[in-house]
């Protein structure tokens, strides 16, 4: 990280607050590629966790039975917790994902969806996460669980 840019949980509460300035950077991409694709916001930040929301319709998210396709909440929570553990990467640090369990409980048809991770173990290199998506009704429709990998050094270089 040079000296004009912000730590990542930093420049993401800026994001959210909407105080982001246009000079403002940090050592990450954000928004990321795939969140404004799918039309992933941030909606709350603190160090580890992290709730992305996004409002879905069945013209542009439903599967073949009119709910919310499951991959696409997949996704959802893939964001979530990438973007909860990215709160915690120092410079020259990378990490991935090398698992993630999705459980879908309900359906959703259309509406918002609120994706809420929080770390259930951090160590030194491998971080648990978990994720509970829910509707607006506050009910939940999916948990994900996933394991982190962070990387450091030769390993982290072009990530």
Known sequence: MSGDELPVLEYLRRHVAG???PDDRTFL???TAISRLLGFEITEIDAGTATLTVVTSQE???????T???GFVGELADAA???ARSTTISPGESFTSID???????PMFAGTLFARAYPTHIGSTVQHYACEITREDGKIIATATST?????GEKAVGR
Do not use: A, D, K
């Open 148 to 152: 982190v990998l962070t990387l450091r």
């Open 68 to 70: 919310v396709h499951g």
């Open 100 to 106: 993630l369990h999705m459980t879908f409980l309900r």
């Open 81 to 83: 917790i990438g973007t």
């Open 29 to 31: 991409r954000y928004p």
């Open 60 to 66: 542009l998210h439903s599967n073949q039975q009119g």
């Open 19 to 21: 105080t982001l300035g």
